[in-house]
């Protein structure tokens, strides 16, 4: 079992900035890929980061240009970028892991959710 433990949310003024952070626990499962979603209060939980193991990222279009998705081997750590911040990003933003086991089965794990408020 992996656990993960998400920080940055807050709340900023539109035009701000804010990093968030996903931590996980120690694992020998091989880490596959991490997801950054966001939902917001009445809407569906939506991708808006990924990247993989071998470093490819997608962007939703809402925030290209603007999130960055990076990671940190070293010290188990993902992270989202998030600058030039809009009301429209309020959400509550969740990482999502997938490791890879030895068996080779796939497993991935939720993160307990930050919320990011943008002020106009």
């Known amino acids: 079992q992996v656990q993960l433990v998400e920080s940055g949310g807050g709340l900023v003024q539109a035009g701000g900035s804010l990093r968030l952070s996903c931590a996980a626990s120690k694992t020998s499962m091989t880490f596959k890929e991490i997801g950054w979603y966001r939902q917001a209060p009445g809407k569906q939980r939506e991708l808006v980061a990924d990247?993989?193991?071998?470093?490819?990222?997608i962007y939703a279009d809402s925030v290209k240009g603007r999130f960055t998705i990076s990671r940190d081997s070293n010290r188990n750590r993902a992270y989202l970028q998030m600058n030039n911040l809009k009301p429209e990003d309020t959400a509550v933003y969740y990482c999502?892991?997938?490791?890879?086991?030895?068996?080779?089965?796939?497993?991935?794990?939720w993160g307990q959710g930050t919320q990011v408020t943008v002020s106009s």
């Open positions: 999502n892991v997938v490791f890879i086991a030895p068996s080779e089965y796939a497993y991935d794990y």
């Open positions: 990247l993989n193991n071998g470093g490819t990222t």
